[in-house]
């Protein structure tokens, strides 16, 4: 393969380049797996985006990563099957349908079930895709032929399945139980689905008569509209000064309940008065002390989440118009001790915002702890490994202390219940084919529940209902358990934990070995991106503006373990530039390749004709594939991507390619000149496998402009760190290359101090060595240093010349010697105006870091900031004092 023309256009334009990409990727069918025993698989699901979503910065940072490895792992030889699918996402697409038919006027309750499952069925297909688009615009590697719906036939008989098998262990059972209810969307929440708010309250005070007596008994409670659901009040048996109460009777305000006294260590006595109303029908706490004393709940607020028939003159009024005309009551009867402000969590909807209300129904539950217990088991056994492993510890807190878990939602759009009541002799007939008659009395009088599962009930079969269980299918066998799980740590419990508990308990398996737990991405304050604050990055603007690659390597890029990410825009053109250097650099690596055998870029055949910066560009490119590996198989996505770019961008480009230049264009000889093409072509063909799975799409252009091959740079193996050098070598180049560069770096300092143009040539430099060895090295580099630092002569001398700006260095002193070539006195004159300004400087964030008000009030940023500033401004006083000195010498 040669490079003789130049197909790449001069300037980067990522849109039609990346979706043209993609659209090959598609064809050649590159993401596509089947079982393939000779090869060792590697296996993922994606954590499956709702059919409501759009792709937002979470999503995008999400499935970036798992696109990552996905591509290295293909490039390591694995066999990799990366499943992608959509969640049917029952509360939030429900809302979202009836939001549209209300636009129109209709509204859910006049229509049948049917009719309205007919219509979300219609939305989804019309706008259920969108996301899926949107991940391949990302460039998500998915095998895209085992796309999967949580609600399609073949998941639809695995969560049947499911729910009978767990039935008839009795893991899952039908009660009465305290629930979190949205009056709105009149459905159950589970308890992860409740969003704690702290909110400004009140508490009231409230006296209960004892009775036969004179005297009261004071409680405090922030829902005075429950109290006419009380059956009890609660002491702490410990409390001294209350446990006098235990055993008496009280009347309940503005109802005349007589109600016992009890006692329960569920009480706090340092909150209120140390007495807490038991009202078991509204309150999860109060139900569980009602099941231990054996009280019966009384409701008093319906499931619209107003005043019921027990509320007596209350009923009809909403729970908060009834709260205030309660305590009117209540004061007017003199009951009404006092009232304090209170801040307090109030728990919302996480779909509509609404208040939630405790609430006592009929449910279906999961009895979790059997579940839990092995799912803790094999975590702390190591079967499944936690990045950062710090997340173990909140996977335990919640398992030891889990709950039956709520999966039955008010809703028409999820998977129903599969459970069939008899008319005739109330017996649950619960199967997976929809039953004729009674399991019991064979009535064909009987009517499913109305019901439908919680979302997370398929979700947690993900990982084994999408490759085609209960069957026993060749992907089972083969690709479970998967190798690794991406998610975010909002979802671990509602998600990851219950994945953990099913595997186990049907495939008899953990559902993946790895666990990676991504942080947040937030705008670049640190604030969490919301639509209210309008500090919301879409990432499919971003794609549009700076292409996907661009996108794909700001994320990474600043992805460290366990902190959460700070974006910007700026951030997000930076790493835009420098797919613009990979561009250019690639263009004008081509452009010095032409008619050279790239085939021979392999390997390095020979080692004769090589330069320094050859050998320390070979050294380094067979270094950085070997500290990659060993990230990415760590997944330090982010280090092993600043080490890329540090390479590209510092090394490769700002000096190789730089000091190549003179041999490329046969300043140096034929022999010179295809040594080089050899390095280069070397160099970009590792540098472009490194790269391509966090770019994909800029690297497999430039993969063929350069012609390394006609098939995808993915079917290439992933590059190997090749050990070109013995260690004395390796030494010997690393030494005499940071000298070298050390060398440039300190005369173009000196240039800048002097405010010389950059294209203006130095008529000489002074050197003066302090050992052997660097006088050898910079003599046998003397061409290049002249070459990169535009000076005519470098001479040896351990003199020190007159007018002259010095650099000290461990090897010697570099002299730029100016007075030839700048006027001396203006130039004194202009340095000592910058030691006046520096000098202010300096007093200003001296007087601020002596200052201990701004060192204990200021954030800690910002004394770090101020520090680095004086810091700085000393540095360059100390070096302007010492080019006027040595200015002003003759």
Known sequence: MRADDMPLSKEYEPDELEQRWYEWWLKRGLFHAEVDEAKEPFSMVIPPPNVTGSLH??????????????????????????????????????????????????????????????????????????????????????DWSRERFTMDEGLSRAVRCVFVRLYEEGLIYKGKYIINWCPRCHTALSDLEVEHALEKGKLYYVAYPIEGETGFVVVATTRPETILGDVAIAVHPDDPNNSKFVGKRVKVPMVDRIIPVIED????????????????????????????????????????????????????????????????????????????????????????????????????????????????????????????????????????NIRDWCISRQLWWGHRIPAWTCKDCGHITVSEEDPTKCGKCGSGNIVQDEDVLDTWFSSALWPFSTMGWPEDTPELRYFYPTSLLVTGF??????????????????????FKDVYIHALVRDE??????????????????????GADSLRFTLSSLTVQGRDIYLSTQKIESYRHFMNKIWNAGRFALMNLGGFNLDKSHSIKSKDNLRLHDKWILLRINQVVKETTELLEGYFFGEASRLLYDFVWGELCDWYIEMAKPALKGDEGDRRKTASQQVLGYVFRKTLLLLHPFIPFITEELWHAFGFSVDSIEEEP???AEDLFDETTKASIENEMYILQETIRSIRNLRAEANLAPQMVVPHVVFSPTSAEAENIIARNEDMIKFMTKVGHINVNRTRPGHSLVSVLPWGNIYLVVGEIIDIPSEIERLKKERESLLAEEQKSSSKLSNESFLQRAPKEVVEKEQERLKKARERIKRINENIASLEEN
């Open 490 to 511: 909002d979802i671990i419990f509602f998600w990851v934990a219950r994945m953990i508990m099913m595997g186990l308990k049907f495939m008899g398996d953990v559902p």
């Open 57 to 142: 910065m979470g999503h995008a940072l999400n499935n970036t990563l798992q696109d990552i490895v996905c591509r290295y792992k293909r490039m390591r030889g694995f066999n990799v099957l990366w499943i992608p699918g959509t969640d049917h996402a029952g509360i939030a697409t429900q809302n979202v349908v009836e939001r549209e038919l209300a636009k129109s006027g209709i509204q859910r309750k006049d229509m049948t079930r049917e009719a309205f499952l007919e219509k979300v069925w219609e939305w989804k297909s019309e706008y259920g895709g969108r996301i899926i688009s949107q991940l391949k615009r990302l460039g998500a590697s998915c």
């Open 525 to 546: 304050k640190g604030q969490k991106m919301s639509k209210s604050k309008g500090n919301v990055i879409d990432p499919l603007d971003v794609i549009a503006k700076y």
């Open 265 to 400: 260590e569920m009480v706090d006595p340092s909150f209120g008065t140390g007495m807490v109303k038991i009202t078991p029908a509204h309150d999860p706490n109060d139900f569980l002390v009602g099941q231990r004393h054996g009280l019966e709940p009384i409701q008093v607020i319906d499931a619209d989440g107003f005043m019921n028939e027990n509320a007596g003159r209350y009923r009809g009024m909403s729970r908060f118009q009834a709260r205030e005309a309660i305590v009117k009551d209540i004061e007017a009867a003199g009951l009404l001790v006092k009232i304090e402000e209170h801040e307090h969590a109030v728990g919302h909807c996480y779909r509509c915002n609404t208040v939630l209300e405790p609430f006592l129904s009929e449910q279906w539950f999961v009895r979790t702890e059997p579940l839990a217990k092995k799912a803790i088991e094999v975590v702390r056994e190591g079967k499944i490994r936690w990045i950062p492993e710090r997340w173990v510890n909140t996977y335990y807190q919640w398992m030891e």
């Open 718 to 720: 992933w590059p190997s």
